[in-house]
């Protein structure tokens, strides 16, 4: 039986309760080592089986950011790799819980060193836009404020979820100077701005950005008025099945979050919700990573130093079924 603590928290990234690409991966690696604690019985394929329908449900919860399939893969590679030497359960709810855990360590060193190296690349006097709640973007936006840089941050409201709101908390809680804009006066304010910062949820092979919908329009104000475009993103935001040509597939929600269900059921009209889109790497100035600045168009160095192996195996099993 998943525990309620794991149920609850799926619902709860389900909900947006837990949200943010960062965020979710995370509570999914939580989530595992939490099952794998739990679990009392004695047999190790029992076990196994059980971890698998774990994963399976939390992988389900939400569709777009790739840190969260990436942050399961990350626990259950290496637990695979254990299981050679593993010979009773106790050893394999130890292997999940020590990957998972080193998991969540590495993504909040990574949050930090994005927050050191991207706040280097801001300057005292300077005005960011920053759209949606991004808290890998955040932690170099108050990075460079806490150094001492004197800034002014222009927040976008993000409709339909209005996670702006809670980007522009977060910035007055840390004193500093924050304007919220709604997101259609975007190309007005853009004059005023020097550089735009946003998060990821997913990078494709080819530099691609998939973020919170409304990022490709900001991205294309941005590019027409030369300002930089600056993306914020640790690397298990990559997604290793691009190269495969597999597309990132954009979540579309609920369109009661767009207006109220009276509006759209009474006049019959059609709504659509989706939550994030596409931008393209030419738009795209840098990728600001734990390992360093990265240009979009090296997006395919990161996914084969991290993810080589599974690349290949994928494209071995695609190459046997086309012989087949
Ligand atoms: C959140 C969103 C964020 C990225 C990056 O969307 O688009 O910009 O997830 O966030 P939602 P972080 O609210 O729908 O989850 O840098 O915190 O990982």
Same mark, same amino acid.
């Given at each position: 039986?998943?525990? $309620? #603590? ?8 389900? &909900?947006?309760?837990i949200?943010? @690409? ?11 080592? =939490? @099952? &794998? %604690?739990?679990? %009392? ?10 971890? *698998?329908?774990?994963?399976k ?22 637990? +695979? *790799? ?12 130890? #292997?999940?819980?020590?990957?998972a855990?080193?998991?969540? +360590?590495? #993504?909040?060193? &990574? ?25 890998? @973007? ?13 800034? =002014? ?5 993000? *409709? ?11 910035? +007055? ?14 190309k #007005? ?5 020097? +550089? ?22 900001? !991205?294309? &104000? @941005? ?18 099945? %691009? ?5 990132v ?11 109220? $269900?009276?509006?759209? *059921? ?6 659509r ?7 393209p ?16 168009? !090296? ?24 012989? =087949?």
């Open positions: 039986m998943i525990p $309620e #603590s794991v149920l609850k928290l799926a619902e709860d990234i389900k &909900a947006m309760r949200r943010g @690409a960062g965020r979710i991966a995370r509570a999914v690696a939580k989530g595992l080592a =939490e @099952a &794998a %604690t739990a679990y %009392t019985g004695d047999s190790l394929e029992e076990f196994n089986e059980y971890i *698998r329908r774990v994963a449900l939390l992988r389900e919860t939400r569709p777009t950011a790739v840190s969260l399939p990436n942050a399961i893969s990350y626990i259950l590679s290496r637990y +695979k *790799r254990d299981l050679e030497y593993i010979e009773r359960v106790h050893e394999a709810r130890e #292997s999940i819980i020590t990957h855990t080193e998991f969540i +360590k590495y #993504s909040l060193e &990574a949050v930090k060193k994005i927050g050191i190296i991207g706040s280097h690349m801001i300057s005292s006097g300077e005005t960011i836009l920053t759209h949606c709640n991004s808290s890998t @973007a955040l932690e170099i936006i108050i990075r460079a404020f806490k150094d001492g840089k004197d800034i =002014e941050v222009f927040a976008t409201e993000t *409709r339909p979820k209005c996670q702006g709101y809670i980007t522009a908390g977060i910035l +007055k809680r840390n004193n500093v100077p924050t304007v919220l804009i709604p997101d259609s006066a975007i #007005s304010i853009m004059k005023k701005i020097d +550089k735009v910062i946003v998060g990821a949820d997913a990078i494709a092979a080819n530099g691609a950005v998939v973020n919170k919908v409304g990022t490709s329009l900001i !991205a294309l &104000a @941005a590019n027409e008025a030369s300002v930089d475009f600056i993306v914020a993103a640790e690397t298990y935001k990559f997604s290793p099945v %691009t190269v495969l040509g597999e597309l597939e954009i979540e579309e929600r609920d369109p009661r979050e767009v207006c109220s $269900e009276k509006f759209f *059921r009474y006049k019959k009209i059609k709504i919700n989706p939550a994030f889109d596409i931008t790497p030419e738009y795209i100035d840098i990728i600001v990573t734990e390992r360093g600045l990265i240009p979009p168009q !090296a997006a395919i160095l990161v996914l084969s130093e991290d993810y080589g192996w599974i690349i290949m195996d994928r494209m071995i099993k695609l190459t046997s079924a086309l012989e =087949e």
